[in-house]
């Protein structure tokens, strides 16, 4: 199948709508705009008619996928579907027509709804402050380090170690760099914990803290958190929970109780915003007291029934973004939790770990398990089994489209040879679970008697198997008409 570009549907002839002659006096476009800044050329744009258009965008939107056509179950990023009414109250004109720069007084109801949200998420993290300024989980992790260097550089010593377990997720290195640290890999052991020999043997005077993701990758919640804590604490180092898939922990465990002085919160995953297609996003940071007067501005207070905009943080990292974060997502975090309520957060928690253990079940024998420990919202196998087929889990993503499913991750957490990495998410229903895990099976017996099925899937695609690595390394977004 061959979907044409608007371009090529361009017909110079299309009907031209009927317009009214106008009645005032006309001019020339040359009259109205300075040479210097008219085209010389026609900038090339399709000419085609309004139900083409229609037509077109309705018809590339079928051959997408899409959380609102199925299943989305990748690991390690939360890809949950997020209620309607939530996109909904975040389009309210109230909300929707603000402008940022209007004066406090007349966006109280504003400043209110994040007030109130920075309360919440104070309640659900277990943590003393919030700042609602990052926006992504990524940029939360930049804001933690930013604040854990400063916290030692205010002791007047300049500490640049972040110890990361290698089942953290990519981001958290990444994050350390930019804040100017270095990140120093902590192993895990046989069950996908923190190797707490390997954690003792890289303790240091210039470590400034550890980067927990928690669960981690392998969807494994840390069981030793109190040793590690009694560790890092004890040399005044302090303790980051990367808690962007806290789906898993909503109203079972709070991080501050746990002894985390830092965690990020993924809005567009836990908090029905939506993810992928690239944001806007909210990430969050709610942090103990070491740190509450490091967050970065602004922060909103209330004061005698008034709320503002508080610049006032005394070691604050400083601004991270114009204004304040990223409105509309926050509107449809509290709302979510608003219809929630605490029991509800608890529900979805314990159904995103019941269906991740479920299809667990259902899944395990096909593959193999490489941690045994049960795991939380996400589990991950190893396609190992199938190189004596000469099939790779590449193949088995691939062939997965073909079912109408979209594929988990692969190949990642990197410690997982083969990676096949799953989160059903919560808001799945069994039947759904049983499908994936039903099309799971038939393809690995595919793999066993008909493995060249799988090296040319998908064979039901609009776009077949793709060279990705070309696809990378000679990237042509452009369209040049004719
Ligand atoms: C998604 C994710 C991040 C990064 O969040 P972004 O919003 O994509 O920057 C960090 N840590 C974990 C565990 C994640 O799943």
Same mark, same amino acid.
């Given at each position: 199948?061959?979907?044409?570009?608007?371009f090529?549907l361009?017909?110079q002839?299309?009907?031209k709508?009927y317009l009214?002659?106008?009645?005032i006096?006309?001019?020339?476009?040359?009259?109205?705009i300075?040479s210097?800044y008219?085209?010389?050329?026609?900038?090339g744009?399709?000419?085609?008619?309004e139900?083409?258009?229609?037509?077109?965008?309705?018809?590339?939107?079928?051959?997408n996928y899409h959380?609102?056509?199925?299943i989305?179950?990748?690991?390690?990023?939360?890809?949950k579907?997020n209620?309607?009414?939530n996109?909904?109250v975040?389009?309210?004109?109230?909300?929707?027509?603000?402008?940022p720069?209007q004066?406090e007084e007349?966006?109280?109801?504003?400043?209110?709804?994040?007030?109130?949200?920075?309360?919440f998420?104070?309640?659900i993290?277990g943590?003393?402050?919030?700042?609602l300024?990052?926006?992504?989980?990524a940029h939360?992790?930049?804001a933690?380090?930013?604040m854990?260097?400063?916290?030692?550089d205010?002791?007047? =010593?300049?500490? =640049?170690t972040?110890?990361?377990?290698d089942?953290?997720?990519?981001?958290?290195?990444?994050?350390?760099?930019?804040?100017?640290?270095?990140?120093?890999?902590?192993?895990?052991?046989?069950?996908?914990?923190v190797d707490?020999?390997?954690?003792k043997?890289?303790?240091?005077?210039?470590v400034?803290?550890i980067?927990?993701?928690?669960p981690s990758?392998?969807?494994?919640f840390?069981?030793r958190?109190?040793?590690?804590e009694t560790?890092?604490?004890?040399?005044?180092?302090?303790?980051y929970?990367?808690?962007a898939?806290?789906?898993?922990?909503?109203?079972?465990?709070?991080?501050?109780?746990?002894?985390?002085?830092v965690?990020?919160?993924?809005?567009h995953?836990?908090?029905?915003?939506p993810?992928?297609g690239?944001?806007?996003?909210s990430?969050?940071?709610a942090?103990?007291e070491?740190?509450k007067?490091?967050l970065?501005i602004?922060i909103?207070?209330?004061?005698?029934?008034?709320?503002?905009?508080?610049?006032s943080?005394?070691h604050?990292?400083g601004r991270?973004?114009?204004f304040?974060?990223?409105?509309?997502?926050?509107?449809?975090?509290?709302?979510y939790?608003?219809?929630n309520?605490?029991?509800?957060?608890?529900q979805?928690a314990?159904?995103?770990?019941?269906?991740?253990?479920?299809l667990?079940k259902?899944?395990?024998?096909l593959?193999?398990?490489?941690?045994?420990?049960r795991?939380m919202?996400?589990f991950?196998?190893?396609?190992?089994?199938l190189k004596a087929h000469?099939?790779r889990?590449?193949?088995?993503?691939?062939?997965?489209?073909?079912y109408?499913?979209?594929?988990p991750?692969?190949y %990642?957490?990197l410690i997982?040879?083969e990676a096949?990495?799953?989160?059903?998410?919560?808001t799945?229903s069994k039947?759904m679970?049983?499908k994936?895990?039903?099309a799971?099976?038939k393809?690995?017996?595919e793999a066993r008697?008909?493995?060249?099925?799988?090296?040319?899937a998908?064979h039901?695609?609009p776009?077949? =198997?793709?060279?990705?690595?070309k696809?990378?390394?000679?990237?042509?977004?452009? %369209?040049?008409p004719k």
């Amino acid at each position: 199948m061959y979907e044409r570009l608007i371009f090529e549907l361009d017909r110079q002839q299309v009907p031209k709508p009927y317009l009214p002659r106008p009645t005032i006096p006309q001019k020339s476009v040359e009259e109205l705009i300075p040479s210097s800044y008219l085209r010389k050329e026609a900038p090339g744009l399709p000419e085609v008619a309004e139900n083409e258009v229609v037509r077109h965008f309705i018809s590339l939107s079928t051959l997408n996928y899409h959380v609102d056509k199925g299943i989305y179950p990748l690991g390690s990023c939360s890809m949950k579907y997020n209620p309607k009414v939530n996109e909904d109250v975040s389009r309210l004109p109230g909300f929707a027509n603000l402008h940022p720069l209007q004066p406090e007084e007349t966006v109280q109801g504003a400043l209110k709804l994040m007030f109130r949200l920075q309360e919440f998420l104070k309640e659900i993290t277990g943590m003393v402050a919030v700042s609602l300024v990052p926006a992504a989980g990524a940029h939360g992790e930049l804001a933690g380090c930013m604040m854990i260097r400063k916290y030692h550089d205010l002791k007047g =010593r300049s500490r =640049r170690t972040m110890l990361v377990p290698d089942s953290a997720h990519g981001t958290n290195p990444a994050s350390v760099t930019i804040a100017g640290m270095r990140a120093v890999t902590v192993r895990s052991d046989e069950n996908g914990l923190v190797d707490l020999d390997d954690l003792k043997a890289k303790l240091n005077d210039d470590v400034a803290g550890i980067m927990l993701t928690n669960p981690s990758t392998l969807g494994i919640f840390e069981r030793r958190i109190a040793e590690i804590e009694t560790l890092i604490h004890g040399i005044d180092a302090l303790m980051y929970m990367d808690g962007a898939n806290l789906n898993a922990l909503l109203g079972i465990v709070r991080p501050g109780d746990l002894g985390f002085d830092v965690i990020h919160l993924n809005l567009h995953k836990t908090f029905s915003v939506p993810h992928g297609g690239g944001g806007p996003g909210s990430g969050p940071v709610a942090v103990s007291e070491r740190l509450k007067d490091f967050l970065p501005i602004p922060i909103v207070s209330e004061r005698e029934g008034r709320y503002f905009l508080d610049v006032s943080i005394p070691h604050t990292i400083g601004r991270m973004i114009t204004f304040y974060g990223n409105f509309a997502a926050l509107v449809r975090a509290y709302n979510y939790i608003l219809m929630n309520g605490p029991d509800g957060l608890r529900q979805i928690a314990e159904n995103a770990i019941i269906n991740a253990n479920y299809l667990l079940k259902k899944t395990e024998h096909l593959l193999e398990l490489p941690f045994k420990t049960r795991p939380m919202h996400e589990f991950v196998l190893s396609g190992e089994p199938l190189k004596a087929h000469g099939v790779r889990i590449m193949d088995v993503a691939k062939r997965l489209l073909d079912y109408g499913l979209h594929a988990p991750t692969v190949y %990642f957490p990197l410690i997982v040879k083969e990676a096949l990495m799953v989160e059903p998410t919560e808001t799945e229903s069994k039947e759904m679970l049983d499908k994936f895990a039903e099309a799971l099976e038939k393809i690995i017996q595919e793999a066993r008697e008909n493995p060249d099925i799988l090296h040319q899937a998908p064979h039901r695609t609009p776009v077949r =198997r793709i060279d990705e690595l070309k696809a990378n390394k000679e990237l042509n977004v452009c %369209f040049k008409p004719k």
